[in-house]
Nanobody
Framework: QVQLVESGGGLVQPGGSLRLSCTAS????????VGWYRQAPGKQRELVAG???????NYVDSVKGRFTISRDNAKNTVFLQMNSLKPEDTAVYYC?????????WGQGTQVTVSP
């Protein structure tokens, strides 16, 4: 049974930082590409950052230079370091793992950026 558990969300002021974590169990984590997605109220879910099995990263333009995705295969964990947060970053953030046709989602963690 695959399980993805996200943590690290919360309420932060504009300009602040948060570090999200997603820990996987039930899979050989190193063979999966991983992505962090977010969904704000009334908006479609979007890919924020992704990291391949080889460590190649990609980011949506709106977070480039502010967010950093990384992975620790020994701990089956992926991180999203979010700096210089803006109100428009407010959303539920989801972890996704994908290998071939298989994919799985975490339950999401709320990030709220507000004065």
């Amino acid at each position: 049974q695959v399980q993805l558990v996200e943590s690290g969300g919360g309420l932060v002021q504009p300009g602040g930082s948060l570090r999200l974590s997603c820990t996987a169990s039930g899979i050989t984590f190193s063979i999966f590409a991983v992505g962090w997605y977010r969904q704000a109220p009334g908006k479609q879910r979007e890919l924020v950052a992704g990291i391949s099995t080889g460590g190649t990263t990609n980011y949506v333009d709106s977070v480039k230079g502010r967010f950093t995705i990384s992975r620790d295969n020994a701990k089956n964990t992926v991180f999203l370091q979010m700096n210089s947060l803006k109100p428009e970053d407010t959303a539920v953030y989801y972890c996704n793992v994908r290998a071939g046709r298989y994919e799985s989602w975490g339950q999401g963690t709320q990030v709220t950026v507000s004065p």
